[in-house]
């Protein structure tokens, strides 16, 4: 099933956040102008029997995945149009110990990367390093990939928030619920760059409280991997698929301990894309179950 999403899907997955004494989307017509495509693919095989991920099941869904967002039929296509044979290629990943990024993820990035014609030399996977990571100094193209998950500072971590390491100073933005998190995207070592935005819906974490906190209750496996080129609506989808899951398990319309507002000043303050589920083109692909949007 695919196509933008509905009025009903946009009443049971929207973010919700009261700013300047309104919604974060208001009204009741979709508004015109530009939209954007955020791909959901699902697999409910993706886990082995032991718990591991399926290598080859989450290289399929990469690339059934990157292969409806540009609409080619090829994946070394597919991948071409966010890296070219002389770029320098940084994979900036999360190592969060609780909810790192997989490695099979990180492992089917870099082997598209490399079929789409990089050399191995010119490709780098980094998190906490890339200030000082000569191959992400240099980079040209940037693919940006982290699991979703609840978070004490700015109320969800998504690929935002995932660009925090390029700053010599996080603690900067941690103000007002990090309300001004899309500010760094504008530094010369990110601006530009973010070709690509893959959050890992495989196994995200919807409720936690205070700064550290992780809890196996609220982990679940939904199997999914959201996929696009504007990591604003990438996160507010994901945020959609988050706050439905909140709903289902406790009854309620329960906040979040931080109100995420960064997603939607980060289209209405910084202009740096859509976060307005209205004006998202939402294409799903495989499973159905459960699939909360």
């Known amino acids: 099933m695919s196509g933008p999403v509905t009025r009903r899907d946009f009443m049971k997955g929207t973010i919700g956040v009261a700013i300047a004494g309104g919604t974060a989307f208001g009204g009741l017509q979709a508004p015109s102008g530009k939209t954007t495509r955020v791909v959901l693919v699902r697999n409910d095989r993706v886990w082995l029997a032991g718990g591991a991920l399926d290598p080859a099941v989450v290289q399929g869904m990469l690339d059934e995945a990157v292969m409806k967002l540009t609409g080619e039929g090829d994946v070394r296509a597919a991948f071409r149009h966010f890296v070219k044979s002389d770029d320098v290629v940084g994979v ?98 990110v601006a530009g760059k973010v070709k690509l935005n893959i959050l890992s819906m495989l196994n995200p974490l919807f409720h936690g409280r205070g700064p550290h906190h992780f809890d196996q209750r609220y982990v679940w496996r939904y199997n999914g991997l959201l996929v696009g080129t504007d990591p604003v609506a990438v996160d507010a989808v994901g ?6 899951k909140r709903r289902s398990f406790f009854g309620d319309e329960r906040a979040l301990q931080t109100p995420p507002k960064h997603i939607e000043l980060a289209d209405r303050r910084h202009g740096l894309g859509i976060a307005d589920l209205r004006r998202i083109e939402l294409i799903r692909l495989g499973s159905s179950t459960d699939i909360l949007i």
């Open 92 to 189: 900036k990943s999360n190592v969060w110990r609780m909810l790192p990024t997989p490695r099979e993820l990180e492992n089917a990035i870099l082997a598209r990367v490399r079929q789409a014609g990089v050399p191995a030399e010119r490709i780098g996977v980094d998190d906490r390093g890339v200030l000082g990571n000569p191959l992400f100094r240099n980079a040209t193209a940037i693919i940006n990939v982290r699991p979703m998950r609840t978070h004490y500072w700015s109320g969800v971590g998504g690929c935002l928030k995932n660009m925090i390491t390029f700053t010599p100073r996080p603690s900067d933005y941690h103000g007002d619920s990090c309300a001004d998190m899309a500010s760094f995207w504008k530094l010369p070592l």
């Open 239 to 244: 945020l959609a698929i988050i706050q439905a």
